[in-house]
């Protein structure tokens, strides 16, 4: 891998702005090759964005132009990867009524996203369920367990009741043994979604040990991958350190949550590492230079430990800083601060695949603002930095597509000689 990325980095130097050749996005499945992720046999680096709101919004027809909007305006500016939920379980506009219970309007409505990044080439990574309240979270699915007699303490039961967990693997395989009502493909043989998260940002207050989120993924993980063997599989994790690493642990904001970014990272069944990155929400005290300190350490160590430690890829899942509490340039700072540290890793053949930040909205989504949003149209200098991003990583891409067709050259010029030598040979004897 050393070798690779400093023939990679010679060729960044001096054809910075070439371009060698094509791979479509939406080809085949996304792979992983050790630190990297794989998609028609060259390295697939991940420029995108979150979107919670995609489904809930494309329920209603007369709401789905903003879902192709966003999808188009993220293609336009080199975006090739969205995040978004497949979940939403009781309550206003449910996916799930109740256990085993689905509304096919919401399903048609994941449906069209999912058609619709098909049709604009991006991937997708879809989450199953959410740690917290909004759109149900675990607190639904353990007072589905409570309504039915269960005796329930905490909503951290969700990760160790029976009875939730079976209600939570029926939603799995429901999601994953759809049939697209627009495509006509089952979900797990839909090339298009690029990785399931088993939920967003899973929290065990109750139990800081780890032992009990490490017994719940690696059981999840293993019936995910039991439906569908197509699909990468990431856990959500936010990248807090702990038990395992207790010297890194001074990486981590104040607070532990029960998860351990090593050892969960580990499980087998877990294909590649997330990261998510708001110094804003967890240092709300500190200044924008000790906030950039922060992040610096952050994503660099984690880096290091998914390429020397865990040899698999690292997305930085979620990023940002909100407008609410500061402003643009602080904001394009943290952004290009995620950015360059992801062009480092990926330009040298290294763990960092790409990020995601947080959140991209279409135009008219006024009441979805949350100081986060980005939205293309309004072309703010946030839009620039984000394109400039794709454009980097786009580069290393065909630069390594570049290398692999001169190895192929060379192979095959090295065949030819070959059987140019041996012919000739056979020539020279018959004489």
């Known amino acids: 891998m050393k070798h690779w990325g400093l023939i990679l980095f010679g060729f960044l130097l001096f054809q910075e702005r070439r371009i060698f050749l ?9 792979k992983t090759k050790g630190v990297q992720l794989m ?10 964005f979150n979107a919670y709101w995609f489904m809930y919004m494309a329920a209603d027809p007369s709401q789905r132009s903003k879902v192709s909007t966003a999808f188009q305006e993220a293609k336009q500016h080199g975006l090739n990867i969205a995040r978004t939920w497949a979940f939403s379980d009781g309550g206003d506009r449910p996916l799930q009524y109740s256990p085993g219970s689905y509304n096919e309007q919401m399903f048609q409505g994941l449906d069209f996203v999912v058609s619709e990044a098909k049709r604009n080439g991006i991937k997708l ?3 199953f369920v959410n740690n917290y309240d909004q759109f149900g979270g675990k607190k639904q699915y353990v007072n589905w367990a409570r309504n039915q007699g269960q005796s329930i303490g905490s909503d951290d039961d969700f990760f160790t009741n029976s009875v939730v967990k079976e209600y939570y693997k029926n939603h799995i395989k429901t999601v994953l043994t759809r049939h697209n009502s627009l495509i006509g493909v089952a979900y797990k043989d839909e ?14 207050y109750t139990d800081p040990s780890g032992r009990t989120m490490q017994a719940w993924i690696t059981e999840m993980a293993s019936h995910v991958k039991s439906i569908d063997g197509n699909h990468l599989l990431e856990a959500g994790l936010e990248g807090f350190y702990g038990p395992s690493s207790s010297q890194k642990q001074q990486y981590n904001p104040n607070f532990q949550v029960g998860t351990d970014f090593i050892a969960n990272n580990q499980i087998a069944g877990i294909d590649f590492a997330t990261v998510h990155s708001y110094p804003d929400q967890w240092l709300q005290s500190s200044s924008d230079e000790s906030q950039i300190a922060f992040l610096n350490n952050w994503l660099n160590s984690h880096i290091q430990d998914a390429q020397n430690i865990l040899q698999k890829p690292l997305l930085f899942a979620e990023f940002g800083k909100s407008l609410k509490i500061s402003g643009p340039n602080q904001r394009d700072e943290l952004f290009n601060t995620v950015y360059t ?8 053949g290294g763990a960092a695949i790409g990020g995601l930040f947080w959140q991209l909205l279409a135009d008219g989504m006024d009441s979805f603002r949350d100081g986060y949003e980005v939205i293309m149209s309004e072309g703010t200098s946030i839009v620039n930095i984000i394109t400039q991003e794709s454009e980097k990583l786009n ?11 001169i190895e192929k ?4 010029r090295d065949i030819r000689r070959a059987q140019w030598r041996a012919g000739n040979g056979a020539s020279n004897t018959g004489n």
């Open 395 to 405: 580069r290393i891409r065909k630069m390594y597509a570049r290398l692999k067709n």
């Open 409 to 412: 050259l060379k192979k095959a």
């Open 191 to 204: 090339p298009t979604i690029m990785a399931w998260e088993l939920m967003n940002e899973p929290r065990c």
């Open 341 to 348: 540290a992801i062009y480092s890793s990926a330009g040298g």
């Open 125 to 127: 990574v879809l989450s």
């Open 39 to 48: 998609l028609n046999g060259s390295p697939f680096y991940a420029n995108g």
């Open 22 to 30: 094509h791979v479509k996005a939406d080809d085949g499945f996304v």
